[in-house]
């Protein structure tokens, strides 16, 4: 009789970033936007980003990030361009001596570009990025994202907030359910109301421990996240699942903070190295997708304007 052996592959995330390096980066990105009024933040971004995702790895293999500095230079002036519209509109209706029209307008319009820069955002990011050759790709339906986006809204308004989980978690799991590596897909499964307990949770035993449980709600949050995040090909799947204790979290964010409070600031890209070490460390992932299999099926898009619109402002990447 042959002898059967297991066959399911293994996997292994890794981060081999050094806080030097990076800091390097970032000095040398500062002193050049500094230097061209501003002009070169979208080359030294793309640095960045290209040194973040090369030293992310899956199975010893390095991410790419084949985002150029031109590409999001053209992002760059767009998006100022369009804020120069939406300033423009609210100093018009100031010049009228209507400033609340001018402010309510002003709002509105620039609400309704939150969707625009999430969806653009993703669209550019994840189609610039590859592994082992096979590029990323985002498929979600932009009409489709901005009804989701504006519905959620509107009830997380008439509730007053409360409804406010369950928008965060449908806009999760729509936007990493679109996301594909290859014919490999991603799909999250995350509910609003789990995420509004876990939540109510934290922060009341936050309080009742005069914040010390803080660690522990910010564990129970990057938990929820990776537990419901799978990646599928075929009937195949790949499982993520975090290992990271309320202990782990409290030892990662007390030592970040004191290399910032001592460095004045300066260990900023030490703190965040090994962040991204910790993270990496912390995700173990289980499944049966042959990883060489993988086809290429995503194409490439160079528009970062959506990305550049979600930097100003301020939103955070979801994945």
């Known amino acids: 009789m042959e002898n059967i052996q297991s066959t399911n592959p293994t996997y292994k995330l890794g981060f081999n970033g050094k806080g030097a390096d990076f800091f390097g980066i970032i000095v040398v990105n500062w002193l050049l936007t500094v230097i061209t009024l501003g002009i070169y933040y979208p080359w030294g971004k793309a640095k960045v980003l290209q040194y973040i995702y090369g030293s992310s790895t899956l199975n010893d293999d390095a991410f790419t990030f084949h985002g150029t500095g031109k590409e999001m230079f053209k992002g760059f002036i767009k998006a100022i361009l369009i804020f120069i519209a939406l300033y423009a509109v609210l100093f018009l209706f100031i010049y009228l001596q209507l400033p ?43 009409e489709e994202f901005i009804k989701l986006f504006f519905k959620n809204l509107l009830f997380t308004i008439l509730t007053l907030g409360i409804y406010g989980s369950w928008m965060t978690i449908n806009i999760r799991t729509y936007v990493l359910s679109n996301i594909k590596l290859g014919d490999l897909k991603f799909k999250y499964v995350g509910d609003g109301g789990d995420y509004l307990l876990l ?13 010390i449980y803080g660690f522990w709600w910010q564990k129970d949050i990057f938990e929820y996240f990776v ?47 090994r962040t991204f070490v910790f993270m990496a460390n912390k995700i173990d992932l289980n499944g049966d997708i042959d990883l060489d299999q993988i086809a290429q099926t995503e194409e490439s898009y160079k528009d970062a304007t959506g990305e550049d619109m979600s930097d100003m402002l301020d939103i955070d990447f979801i994945f």
């Open 100 to 142: 609340i029209v001018g402010l309510l307008l002003f709002y509105l319009l620039l609400l309704a570009f939150i969707p625009l820069a999430i969806h653009g955002s993703y669209r550019y990011r994840m189609s610039r990025t590859s592994w082992r050759g096979i590029r990323f790709g985002y498929r979600g339906d932009r």
């Open 199 to 211: 939540n109510l949770k934290g922060y009341f035993l936050t309080i009742f421990t005069l914040g």
């Open 227 to 273: 537990n419901n995040l799978s990646l599928e090909h075929n009937d195949q799947k790949i499982k993520l699942k975090s290992t990271a204790t309320g202990g782990d979290f409290f030892s990662l964010i007390f030592v970040n903070l004191l290399i910032i409070i001592f460095t004045l600031g300066l260990g900023y890209a030490w703190a965040l190295t």
